[in-house]
Each structure stands twice: as structure tokens, then as C-alpha cells.
């Protein structure tokens, strides 16, 4: 259970990571064919560059915490359940068979 978790949240931190390179791709790809068109164009795609950057940078530092967080959770949650592993009874429950006799 634990090890599917810590996988997700593995896999989630990818995917996150991998959007925000693609879309870093694509404003460097803009920009050079803004660059082309016009000088004006250019200038006024590198505002919204450095805005939809800051916007990345907050969402990566947020997966980062959020993963952050997740993982000492589950750290936690992993030692709770070793803990609780020394109260299992050693031996089976009497039955009640005979509760009602």
C-alpha cells in the first residue's frame, strides 16, 4: 500500500515535470518565430513569457512541497504500521461457539 503510494506520487511529480518542460519548449519556440515576425511582437511575448515562468516556478515549487509533504506522510504511516505489528495477537481469538450455551 505504501509503496503504490510513494509510485503515484512518483508518478504525479513526473507528469508535472514533464508538462512544465513542454510548455517551457513551446515559449522558446514562440519566441524565436516572434523574434522573426516582429521586434514588437517579440517584446510583448517576453511579458507574458516571464509571467507564465513565474507561474512555473510556483507550480513546481508547490509539487515539491506538496511531494514533500506526501512522502513524510507515508513515511510516517510506513513506521505506524510496523509499530502496530507488535500488538497483532500471537494466537487466534477463542471462538463463540459457545456464547450461547
Known amino acids: 500500500m505504501i509503496n503504490a503510494a510513494k509510485q503515484t506520487l512518483e508518478s ?20 524565436d518565430l516572434a523574434a522573426a515576425y516582429d521586434g514588437q511582437l517579440e517584446k ?13 516556478a510556483e507550480l513546481e515549487a508547490h509539487t515539491k512541497g506538496i511531494h514533500e509533504r506526501f512522502a513524510e ?20 481469538p477463542p471462538s463463540n461457539e459457545n456464547a450461547g450455551q
Open 12 to 31: 504525479e511529480r513526473e507528469t508535472v515535470v514533464s508538462a512544465t518542460q513542454s510548455i517551457d519548449l513551446a515559449i522558446r519556440s514562440f519566441k
Open 44 to 56: 510583448a511575448f517576453d511579458t507574458q513569457a516571464s509571467a507564465v515562468e513565474r507561474v512555473i
Open 73 to 92: 506522510a507515508l513515511s510516517t504511516l510506513k513506521g505506524v504500521i510496523e509499530n502496530a505489528k507488535s500488538f497483532e495477537p500471537e494466537s487466534a
